[in-house]
């Protein structure tokens, strides 16, 4: 079991930053891959980045290369996305997820944070 927590988020303007952390306890193995999701009502989950713990290695959706980052603390459990020029389509409710493995696929993750609200207006 793997539980996910959530923090940051919130409204800003177009161009401004946000960051947002997620703290997993739990199985640690179940949450090698730690990745981030957002979702706008009506719409598909899209996964915006991921990384593997064990190696570092990241991946992220074309819609966010060169704005979004996520960084990662093992010894915290903790993985963070520093999002820079932010643009009114990022507007969402953005998810943590945890798996073994990564995927594009959000049905491959079994476990996610509550969801954080990030608001971008122009």
């Known amino acids: 079991q793997v539980q996910l927590v959530e923090s940051g988020g919130g409204s800003v303007q177009a161009g401004g930053s946000l960051r947002l952390s997620c703290a997993a306890s739990?199985?640690?193995?179940?949450?090698?891959?730690m990745a981030w999701f957002r979702q706008v009502a009506g719409k598909e989950r899209e996964q915006v980045t991921r990384?593997?713990?064990?190696?570092?290695?990241?991946l992220y959706a074309d819609s966010v290369k060169g704005r979004f980052t996520i960084s990662q603390d093992n010894a915290k459990n903790t993985v963070w996305l520093q999002m820079n020029s932010l643009k009114p389509p990022d507007t969402a409710i953005y998810y943590c997820?945890?798996?073994?493995?990564?995927?594009?696929?959000?049905?491959?993750?079994?476990?996610w944070g509550q969801g954080t609200q990030v608001t971008v207006s122009s």
């Open positions: 997820a945890a798996a073994p493995l990564c995927s594009w696929n959000p049905s491959h993750y079994k476990y």
């Open positions: 739990g199985d640690s193995e179940s949450s090698n891959c």
């Open positions: 990384t593997y713990r064990p190696n570092g290695i990241t």
